[in-house]
């Protein structure tokens, strides 16, 4: 059971290219989520997709885009890459979003490196 | 979401149960209490979670206070694979975009 699957794991770009991070998730989940981690700091919300064909901002969602392309898959988007945005980049589902009478935790892939030179 | 206050670091021996803290006194009545860690560079591993009552699982056990402005997570027989930075997060039912906030957590470092 490979859960949350996220490529590349590791990436080197110049300021200004463009990069799509992929994420895919064999549970079946509702919900997928992207964070990033900076250095010594906690995970910050990027943009989530509570359910097929619906995508919100989150915490931090300047300089990138999201794409849910079907229930499995959540990818983000960097179209013109800054040295700001190297961090390490996580992709997470959950079971539900809109259901208030369940509280389901989100399961996180292994995440992709990114550095931006 | 409710904020939280945990301990920066601790340890512990191996084999001795760890006991992490964790203050959530502006909780509301529907938030659940989560606990995640990060080990190394991984992404973050769901432990556990509870809203009311105490709870365990294969990982650990949550005890809530009745009260519910705090918590602890307690992990029976540490061993070096538990040393990771563990995380309390409070989150609602259809909290702000339903993300989990995570703090700088507990380093907990298990000793031989």
């Known amino acids: 059971n490979a859960g949350v699957t996220q490529t590349p794991k590791f990436q080197v770009l110049k300021t200004g290219q463009s990069m799509t991070l992929q994420c895919a998730q064999d549970m079946n989940h509702n919900s997928m989520y992207w964070y990033r981690q900076d250095p010594g700091m906690g995970l910050r919300l990027i943009y989530y997709s509570a359910s097929e064909g619906t995508t919100d901002k989150g915490e931090v969602p300047n300089g990138y885009n999201v794409s849910r392309l079907n229930k499995r898959e959540f990818s983000l988007r960097l179209e013109s890459a800054a040295p700001s945005q190297t961090s390490v980049y996580f992709c997470?589902?959950?079971?539900?979003?809109?259901?208030?009478?369940?509280?389901?935790?989100?399961?996180f892939g292994d995440g992709t490196r990114l550095s931006i030179l | 979401d409710a904020k939280t206050t945990q301990p920066p670091s601790m340890d512990c021996a191996e084999g001795r149960a760890a006991n992490l803290p964790c203050n959530h006194s502006?909780?509301?009545?529907?938030?659940?209490v989560y606990w995640y860690r990060q080990i190394h560079s991984q992404g973050p591993q769901y432990i556990i979670h509870g809203l009311k009552n105490n709870e365990t699982n294969e990982m650990a056990s949550l005890i809530i206070t009745e009260d519910r402005k705090s918590s602890t997570l307690i992990l029976p027989h540490a061993t070096l694979r538990d040393t990771a930075v563990y995380y309390c997060i409070v989150r609602g039912p259809k909290s702000s975009g339903d993300k989990l906030t995570f703090g700088t957590g507990t380093r907990l470092a298990v000793r031989p």
């Open positions: 502006t909780i509301s009545g529907n938030e659940y």
């Open positions: 997470a589902s959950s079971d539900t979003f809109m259901d208030s009478t369940r509280n389901q935790p989100q399961h």
